[in-house]
């Protein structure tokens, strides 16, 4: 196993601030509004996924400006070029077709067709769907992709770059997040309720292979095919099902054994064996074809996903994040080889969260956090096996929520690595923010649960005792999306989404009182009629200010429970403080000062134009409460406040 150190190491780097360091002393403080460019707030260079064409593995990138495929040549054991993909945020899908390599983005969902010989690359075909997730090439070389949301199969055709939709896989279903294909069939792998089906390329007849015994399972969300069966990785169970392409009925199901596995992130059947990689844990397996009996080959890398597996000239390939691993069955090697270091780009990513302990801030993004120091202009990376949603300093310790699995870690200035304290279970996944509440004693941490299941929970951790309880749920049927803390009761602003791909059965988001010491809920409002959210909450002397998805800012009476006042603020929702009779909120465009007592409201910031990952601006404030932390494009930048009316 690869030190976690050594993980997107070659992508940290040394930023200095353009203007005077945050910690500097001004003759005057600077004006409310005024920003300080902090340099690039995360740089890394994550994989989604890759393909061969000869002795060059052309990997793509995801969450960078533009994504890159980079070509990884193995004999020269470097990157050697790097081709724009001038669309989306990312690429999850590539499928190749003799010497043509054919890349798939989202959200703008785009194809693109690299030409490994010309060196060229044209966009081909544009689908109105949120994501492409996965890219197969069929024998006569028709593509076929499997889009979201919902969850459809379309084919296009290199010989007359039109595009065929074949319809939602199942009905109802979000997600189509594995394909492949083969000379008669195109399978689909659907989640969030998990199906396998067979899409006649003829007729369009489908059937569902899926074993009725497994009807209950999330996911089939990855996915490998020979002459004579499939192979697909279920989730939440860590299971690999291998049917027989002739009878079906002829299958069975391998378990993951790790502890805590529970996905199985990418497949491929070669030379008698299925060959899948596992998450959380990071395991490499293989099961015999004809027996079903399983090895652990090893761990390639603590935790990381293996976004792709692929086999050349007898050695078999993973794609990790920013590097590959390289199995040799013939000897039982396993070699990790970091493609930074390679020279694979590495750059500015959408980040996820920002944090700010008043001497440096972290930045979360995919694997870890940039941490930069404010005092000197030095950027440093924290690697964490996922990514960073939610962060808070308590006494000198920053606790971060991390997706996925919900984890909890710590991590102390000064420290190489962060300390995992705990993962939440209860089939959550995405944390969505974290609170410490001091009667109790504990941090809150609400979380959403995994795709296609209900109700969200919180999750109570003690840094004195180490104890880490979780209840689910904590607002029915609901995600809490926001929290606060004060004199041992939480407040909870909610999502109306549970786990992803499964409908909503709520339509207005709520906020709600809940006891920390009694473990109980104590009441609960719909504040904002048709809020899919509350993206923030904040605590006056007696009143709860909320910001609603809508960019609605409310006032709240704890007293009365009863909405006071409510005013038309930002464009979407975001984060919120208060600051003595003042409130600072931002919607990733502009930040805004509302006067609390004329609930008035002014930009004092505009054109940020902040690139956040999944469009969910964020903000943060820092302990002195003159300046919060936020995002110019893909800088951080530092906003200068007052606290005065």
């Not at 002795?55 to 020269?76: F, H, I, Q, T």
């Not at 090893?298 to 794609?319: D, K, N, Q, S, W």
Request: proline share 5%; charged share 20%.
């Amino acid at each position: 196993m690869i030190p976690r150190r050594r993980f997107l190491q070659a992508a940290a780097v040394a930023t200095v601030a353009s203007g005077l360091p945050a910690t500097a002393v001004h003759a005057a403080p600077p004006a409310e509004g005024t920003l300080t460019d902090l340099g690039p707030a995360s740089v890394a260079s994550p994989l989604g996924n890759a393909e061969f064409v000869g002795g060059v593995l052309y990997a793509g990138s995801r969450g960078l400006s533009p994504n890159v495929v980079g070509a990884y040549d193995l004999a020269e054991d470097s990157v050697t070029a790097h081709f724009d993909i001038p669309t989306g945020i990312g690429v999850w899908a590539m499928c190749r077709v003799g010497t043509d390599v054919y890349v798939g983005t989202h959200a703008k969902s785009d194809l693109y067709k690299l030409d490994t010989v010309a060196g060229s690359v044209t966009k081909v075909a544009s689908v109105p769907d949120h994501f492409i997730w996965t890219l197969a090439a069929a024998p006569d070389g028709k593509v076929y992709l499997g889009t979201s949301e919902p969850g459809k199969v379309k084919e296009y055709d290199p010989a007359t770059g039109t595009v065929r939709d074949l319809g939602e896989a199942v009905p109802g279903e979000a997600y189509v997040r594995a394909i492949q294909a083969d000379d008669t069939h195109v399978y689909a792998g659907v989640g969030a309720n998990a199906h396998l089906i067979a899409i006649d390329r003829a007729t369009g007849e489908r059937r569902d292979l899926l074993p009725s015994e497994l009807a209950d399972r999330d996911w089939v969300s990855s996915m490998s095919v020979s002459d004579t069966h499939i192979a697909g990785g279920m989730n939440s169970l860590a299971e690999l099902i291998i049917l027989n392409k002739a009878d079906p009925s002829d299958h069975r199901v391998v378990k993951a054994t790790a502890p805590g596995e529970k996905y199985i992130v990418s497949v491929l059947i070669h030379d008698g064996h299925v060959y899948f990689a596992g998450r959380p844990t990071g395991t490499f397996y293989r099961c015999r074809l004809d027996t079903g009996e399983l090895e652990v080959l090893g761990v390639p890398y603590f935790e990381a996903a293996t976004h792709r597996i692929l086999a050349h000239e007898g050695r078999i390939y993973g794609v990790q994040d920013n590097a590959v691993f390289v199995y040799d069955p013939a000897t039982g090697a396993l070699e990790y080889r970091n493609l930074v270091q390679r020279g694979f780009r590495a750059a500015a990513e959408e980040p996820m969260s920002v944090h700010s302990d008043g001497e440096r801030v972290y930045v979360g993004g995919k694997s870890g956090a940039d941490i930069h120091d404010l005092a000197t202009g030095a950027v440093t990376r924290l690697s964490i096996p996922g990514e960073p949603k939610t962060m808070l300093t308590v006494a000198g310790t920053t606790y971060l929520g991390v997706y996925t699995q919900a984890a909890l870690y710590s991590h102390r200035a000064g420290d190489a690595e962060a300390k995992l304290l705990a993962r939440t279970g209860n089939q959550q996944d995405r944390p969505r923010d974290i609170a410490y509440d001091d009667r109790t004693g504990v941090l809150v941490m609400p979380t959403q649960p995994e795709p296609g299941h209900m109700n969200g929970a919180l999750s109570f951790y003690s840094p004195r005792t180490g104890e880490y309880v979780t209840q689910r749920p904590a607002v029915e049927r609901q995600t809490v999306y926001s929290v606060v803390t004060r004199k041992g009761i939480a407040y909870l602003g909610t999502l109306t989404q549970e786990g992803l791909g499964l409908p909503p059965v709520t339509s207005t988001a709520r906020l709600a009182a809940y006891d920390l010491s009694a473990r109980a809920l104590l009441w609960e409002v719909e504040p904002v009629p048709g809020a899919r959210y509350l993206s923030a909450l904040a605590l006056g002397p007696r009143h709860v200010y909320g910001m609603a998805s809508t960019g609605v800012v409310f006032e709240f009476d704890l007293r009365t429970r009863k909405v006071t006042r409510t005013l038309q603020v930002g464009a979407k929702g975001g984060d919120l403080f208060v600051v003595g009779r003042v409130a600072y909120c931002g919607d990733g465009d502009k930040v805004y000062k509302i006067d609390l007592a004329r609930f008035t409201a002014k930009a004092i910031v505009t054109g940020l134009a902040g690139q956040w990952f999944g469009g969910e601006p964020k903000l943060a404030l820092d302990p002195s409460r003159r300046a919060l932390y936020g995002v110019k494009g893909r800088n951080l930048v530092r906003i200068a406040i007052s606290g005065k009316g």
